[in-house]
Each structure stands twice: as structure tokens, then as C-alpha cells.
């Protein structure tokens, strides 16, 4: 059974689609698209991802050539199962659920445990990251624009910009709850919930009748 197509394996495929390419130029033109900030990208990814294709069938090579003294480089294709692996996949991306676990969430949920002025001086500077990375996003993405790009090839970006802009909201408005006290972030546990919490925890481990 054919592995499942990793995010590499699907950029470089898209790659593919417009003309063979050898994987040095598969890594820059992802390079030159920003379209590393989708994924983890680096040469020897593009390599091992583009070798896999090739063992599969999904990619084929259609020459060599030799550029001065450089290695010889190897040039693919796409092949027909190639396109029809890369349209599943594609489909299952935008249609499946694919949970992930950032660790920007791991920090919220134990932050408690830190000082107030701990916790806005880290979130504070995730805002001021944030709106770096959005004015950037943005100005690319103008530029693009600019250029005659339809929209339909810029849904990503769209999307990340949302994103972006949702998540600096977020922090403007958990940084003035901060900032005014509207936290109470020195408050203990409420009672109830702590009695709460410990007949959940009794209840979990007592064994019921169909137990095995």
C-alpha cells in the first residue's frame, strides 16, 4: 500500500504539474513562493521526497544535465498516477479534519502558574511578532496582486492572513484584560470547582458494573 503523500511530496508535485524540474529548482522556487512557510522545507526534504515520488511511480525522471563543474542533476516529471494521487490528496487536505497541536497552546494552558508580568511581556511580544509577520503577509501579498495573480491561486495566503488577524485581536484584547487587572490573575481555584473537579477525578475511578 502507497504511503500517504507528505506536505513536501504535495508542493513538490504542484511543481511538477507546471514543468519537470530537478529538486534543487523544486527547493527554490518554493523558497522564492514563500511557500516554505507552509511547511518545514529544506533541500535534502525536496530530494528524499522527490525520490520517494519516483519509487512510487508518481514522478519520473526525464533527463540529465551538468552545469560546469556542479553535480550532474536529475530532471522529473509528473506521471498520470502522479496527478491522480496528488488530486486525492489535495481533496483530503481541504476536506478532512487534520488536527495539530501547536505549542503556542501548550504555553496558555500552563501560563497561570507564571507572574502577570511574566505572561504579558511573552504575549506582548508574540503581538508585536505577529504584526511583523502580517504586515509582510500583506505586502506580499499586495504585490502579487499587482501583478494580475487570480485569487484563487492566493486562497493560502488569504487564509493565513485571517488567521494572523484573528489571533492579534485575541491577544489585544487578553493583553488589556492584563494590563487593567480584568483577569484577577492572582485568584485561587474556586472552591466549588475544586469540589467539582475531585468528584469528576472519584468518579473516573470507580469501576462500574460492565467493567471488565
Known sequence: MRAELSAVAVLALALLHERP???????QV???????????VSPGAVYHAV???????????????????????TTYEITADGRAAFATRV??????????????????AECHELPEADVTAALAQ????????????????????????????LLDVEYEIAHLRTEIDWLDRTLRELTTGALDWDAPLPEHFVRAARTLDTDALTPTENAP
Request: aromatic residues 4%.
Open 21 to 27: 524540474m530537478h529538486p534543487y529548482q523544486v527547493h
Open 51 to 73: 525520490e520517494r515520488l519516483e519509487r512510487d511511480g508518481l514522478a519520473q525522471v526525464v533527463g540529465t544535465d551538468r552545469d560546469g563543474r556542479r553535480p550532474e542533476r
Open 91 to 108: 481533496r483530503a487536505l481541504l476536506g478532512e479534519d487534520h488536527p495539530s497541536y501547536p505549542l503556542f497552546t501548550v504555553g496558555l
Open 126 to 153: 508574540r503581538r508585536t511578532r505577529t504584526v511583523d509577520r502580517l504586515d509582510e503577509m500583506n505586502r506580499r501579498l499586495q504585490a502579487i496582486r499587482d501583478r494580475g495573480l487570480p485569487r484563487h491561486y
Open 30 to 40: 518554493l523558497t522564492q513562493r514563500g511557500d516554505t512557510r507552509l511547511v518545514r
